[in-house]
């Protein structure tokens, strides 16, 4: 895991604790870089105040996505403690900014996020928290910049088309870009077939109408903290959007539990299986970017994103009959 916070942002420590006694008056007593996340744009610090409070302090340079604030902060609002949400500044605000960075202040939860750690009691409360979180309308006037689904698969296709065309072009590349490129022409003829059947599945749900409810939208295990009590929070809105309710059932890999708390409810194996696509392009996407695009990643951090695009092609060939 230490692997992927490689890179401290370049943002000095005296300037955060400036900003969190600023703004939400909060004296740290310490103020120390966590290992976590896969997202090479983010930092995450635990921060303990003089008084003993401990608070989670998140760092990002992506670009602002209110709502990613804003859902969270108002679903913890409506009564789902399961939400994990910013807190408040002093003025009412939910992140701060220092130059290009965003700065978010949660509290600290102490638990498990493993990918692999969820029991059948835990699966169960996640779908009694997702249930009131599908349940919940969004006030008409608020939130407009919320992410609505539209079914666009032309993203993907560019993003494929701009890998291939990088990918021609390396020749005497890097041993991890030549490493990619074996790969990709191994596996060229699997990802193509992936993106045509996602294409073909946009065009069919495009000309259809769906209910529409808030979707986390990257609701793994990794993103729900277990406490030592048994309560599940779900952490990590970054992604959050208007949405089909199958967009938050991909990584439900418990389904009996799941569905024993989430009530029963017919799913759409249709929209499933486009999101369930959807999810691995993205991640073979994002990886190959990391490799080819990201001059600014170090080595060790590039061979970890090459591991895990090696990682989900076994996976989708193991899958496949």
């Known amino acids: 895991m230490n692997g992927h916070m490689r890179h401290l942002p370049r943002i000095s420590e005296v300037r955060l604790r400036f900003n969190l006694k600023k703004h939400y008056d909060v004296t740290p007593a310490t103020l120390e870089l966590l290992p976590l996340g896969l997202d090479y744009r983010s930092a995450v610090y635990r921060v303990v105040s003089v008084q003993g409070t401990a608070y989670l302090l998140k760092v990002t340079s992506r670009p602002l996505y209110k709502p990613q604030y804003l859902i969270p902060r108002f679903l913890h609002n409506q009564g789902i403690t399961g939400v994990v949400a910013p807190i408040s500044t002093k003025s009412g605000a939910l ?25 059948a009691e835990q699966w169960k409360k996640m779908g009694t928290i997702l249930r009131r979180i599908h349940q919940i309308a969004l006030p008409p006037q608020e939130f407009k910049s919320i992410r609505r689904e539209t079914f666009d698969s032309t993203v993907y296709v560019q993003g494929i088309r701009a890998i291939e065309d990088q990918l021609t072009r390396f020749e005497g590349g890097s041993t991890l870009e030549n490493t990619l490129h074996a790969s990709w022409v191994a596996h060229r ?22 209910p529409l409810v808030i979707c986390h939208a990257d609701l793994h295990p990794a993103n729900l ?9 779900v952490i990590d809105w970054d992604e959050v959007m208007l949405a089909p309710k199958e967009r938050d059932f991909i990584f439900v890999s418990h389904p009996h539990d799941f569905f024993q708390g989430y009530g029963a409810v017919e799913v759409d194996e249709t929209v499933l299986t486009y999101y369930r696509l959807e999810r691995v392009l993205q991640d073979l996407i994002e990886c190959a970017r990391n490799v080819c695009f990201r001059d600014d990643l170090g080595e060790a951090t590039k061979a970890d994103a090459m591991k895990l695009f090696q990682n989900i092609l076994a996976e989708e060939a193991a899958g496949e009959p």
């Open 225 to 233: 903290i277990r406490n030592p009590g048994g309560q599940v929070f």
């Open 189 to 210: 003829l699997t990802i193509h077939d992936k993106l045509t059947s996602l294409e073909k599945l946009a065009r069919s749900l495009k000309s259809q109408t769906r």
């Open 95 to 119: 992140w701060t900014r220092i130059d290009n960075w965003t700065i978010v202040v949660y509290p600290f939860i102490i638990g498990d996020s493993s990918f692999n750690g969820m029991s």
